[in-house]
């Protein structure tokens, strides 16, 4: 199996470059554009541009970078411990199930940019308000994948476990958590990019550091390009993250027909 | 009390019905009666839907009867299943595909209370030592059936319940594995109780032939299987072999049955 995780891996590397081919193209087109119609720099400063004062300010931006890194991921795992936990609750409970769901819905129909403000006002102006927003924004599909992914077991195989007198952690632990892998996987490479944003509205709220805070500072100077600039080094992040989580699901589960990205009908 | 540790399986007027969501209750099995000798092996046959694998079900302990008596190795179903005395195989091989095959083969022994087996000797058994690293997604649908066959017995049980395990082979492939099961069956003295929709497959692998009738079920002949053991592939072109599937298939097609 070493070869062909090995292999798998190389596929997600190969991918990899070829997405990043195509992002370099788009920049060229763009910079061709921006220059050829000379669009104001207020409005779409050309990439390389914006590139520079990156490289220029990437001191200044980096530490920002750093905050907002730590509430998104810390947000990330918190969402992530609860959903699979709630998910595992709602399996054996289906009652809970019923309870939760409409709650969850709830809660992700309001928008964040509402629900921001107030969770600032009670959990003040720190790191603790960015994290539970971010932790609100990636629980919502990773909690309905892991449901999902947990129930979503053959009937057949259940009944194997049955008749091996298989108890209901072994059930879990042996056959659900398994076959639920790349359903969770799925989602939580949605909920990577998801917690980055969370953290960043968090901020834009009230902060007095991370990149939303810099990012309004660079709006109020309307410093365009470096606004650009700082906001593109948190979705690079969020993509470097969802990326090393797909890396993660190429080693955990090298079965997952996603992952083999060959057995597409 | 000593005829009691020759039979393994004892069924008497067993019934079961199916409690249904939004529907009435169907009855399934009526009025089955039957002894399984220890180390036999019995075939049950029947038209589709009439019951064979809720059959199997009961007798591995997965849904108990409504109506009459089932005794297991001298126990209830669901204590024997606790106990991994009665082991149910299905037609779709059923393996874990994050596992390895011998990984496969050792399950039983991470379930239950269940702590001894011997994968890699079952294995052998089964021919497939080669592979034991392999994953089922490697293998052809033959092998799958021969690991499942493998991780059943390292259960080490004292019924082997097989549902229609290799309807989905190819008929040499088919035959290979009835040699298999039979001579896994040999050296274990497990007792099986298998389903299949194949006459001359019944024919072959029973000592005794259940024929089962259409829904609600009953037992509707009993057959016993002569041709003596060891059998091998020249059996199945004996004329006597041919005219006592020809003699099943009658039974299973009139409208009796
Ligand atoms: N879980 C169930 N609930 C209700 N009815 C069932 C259930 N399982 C099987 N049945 C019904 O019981 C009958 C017998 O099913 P089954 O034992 O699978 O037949 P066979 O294996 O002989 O083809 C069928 O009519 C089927 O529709
Ligand atoms: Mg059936």
New binding site residues.
Partial sequence: MNRSIRSLLGQRVRHAAFGLCILIGALVVLETIVKFFHISSYLLPPPTTIFYKLFENWGTIAPHLMVTTVEALTGFLLATVIAICLAVCCLWFPTLEKLILPMAVILQTVPVIVLAPVLVITLGNGIASKVVIAALIAFFPTFINAARGLVSIETPHLELFQTLNANRWQTLLKLRVPTALPYLFASLRIAAANCYIGAVIGEWVSASKGIGYLAQVYLYQINIDLLYATVLTSSFAALAFAYAIGLVETLMCPWSRESLGTQRP | MESRTDITVSARNVGLD?N?IHQQA?T?LRNITFDVKRAEFVVIL?P???????LLKTICGLISVTEGELIVDGEPPDIAKSRHKAVMSFQDACLLRWRTVLENVRLPEELGDQRTGNAAAMLELVGLSAFANAYPDELSGGMKQRVALARALNCQPTILAMDEPFGQLDEPGRATLNDELLRAWKNTQVTVVFVTHSVPEAVYLADRIIVLTQ?PSTIGRVIDVPFARPRNAFLRSDPQFFALCNTISAILSSPAA
Avoid: A, D, E, L
């Fill in positions: 199916y249904r169907i399934v029947g589709s839907g009439c019951g064979k694998t809720t829904r």
